[in-house]
């Protein structure tokens, strides 16, 4: 397992750090998003069964992909259009269903998988457009890099410190092998990945010492969340994984769970600092 983790790293971290960095001729980083989230987002529809009524899941991939590119649209009523239009044109597809029992599950499963996919994967994507400031121009990629990292580094402490000296469960009804001991590796990995970009590097970022290690403890804190909420409806479907397209790491909703919540949170502090 450790060595099929590594070798997708070898070639998914480098993919992901050029999508992030260069922006033309296309916005690589969003086009990535989408790819992701619209496989993504079939994960999940799989996981809660609404693969059954292909009309629904097709129209909640369309859904998602619209949430990730919206951040492009120079238009402030855009999210609450789409948002509007998810809800309501996803009830009459219902009438499709062959089936009577069931049916609000199968529309509240297409709505969350819109939102929980495509809507906080827009904020990484909105994160990434920001324009920066005169001081550092490139605030908007760095602040991505940094929710990218700081949740890498707060993933992978929890995982090998809980291996190493987990002896407390975190949530054994939810993830039996999460232990606190983890969580507070990965709480120490995110901020110590978070004054890194304290540095004087091409990714340095206006940030002092204490909105590091807010920052680095929020977004551990959330990832940790985010992670333990998917694996909460991995348990309810019955699986272990989400898919198989990251071998040793399960599917693309296995490797995104952290990491939207801490986007959103690099996001808001971004948005209410900058202002």
């Known amino acids: 397992m450790l060595r099929q983790r590594l070798i997708t790293a070898l070639w998914g971290i480098p993919l992901l750090i050029a999508a992030v960095w260069f922006d033309s001729p296309l916005p690589w980083f969003t086009v990535l998003a989408a790819v992701w989230g619209v496989l993504a987002v079939w994960e999940f529809y799989r996981m809660v069964g609404i693969t059954r009524l292909a009309p629904l899941a097709v129209f ?7 949430f990730i590119l919206r951040p492009h649209l120079d238009y402030a009523p855009a999210t ?22 069931g049916r609000l599950a199968l529309w509240a499963g297409t709505v969350a998988g819109v939102l929980y996919v495509g809507w906080l994967l827009s904020y990484l994507v909105a994160l990434r457009l920001e324009p ?27 995982y090998f ?3 190493a000296i987990g002896r407390h469960k975190l949530a054994p009804r939810v993830s039996p092998g999460k232990t606190w001991e983890g969580a507070a590796a990965g709480v120490a990995g995110a901020i110590a990945v978070t004054l890194l970009f304290k540095l004087p590097t091409p990714l340095q970022l206006p940030i002092n010492y204490w909105q590091a290690i807010l920052l680095g403890l929020l977004i551990s804190v959330f990832g940790q969340g985010g992670d333990l909420v998917e694996s909460r409806l991995k348990r309810s479907a019955g699986i272990k994984e ?16 952290s990491l939207v919540f801490a986007g959103v949170v690099v996001y808001f502090y971004y948005a209410f600092t900058a202002a």
């Open 242 to 257: 989400s898919g198989r397209f990251m071998p040793g790491h399960g599917g693309l909703l296995d490797r995104m769970d």
């Open 80 to 101: 609450a259009i789409l948002l509007t239009a998810v809800v309501a044109l996803s009830l009459p597809l219902l009438l499709l269903s062959p089936q009577k029992e």
């Open 161 to 163: 410190i809980g291996k």
């Open 60 to 66: 909640g991939m369309v859904g998602t992909l619209l």
């Open 132 to 158: 920066g400031t005169a001081a550092f121009p490139e605030a908007g990629r760095n602040f991505t890099f940094l929710a990218i990292f700081a949740t890498f580094g707060s993933d992978t402490m929890a």
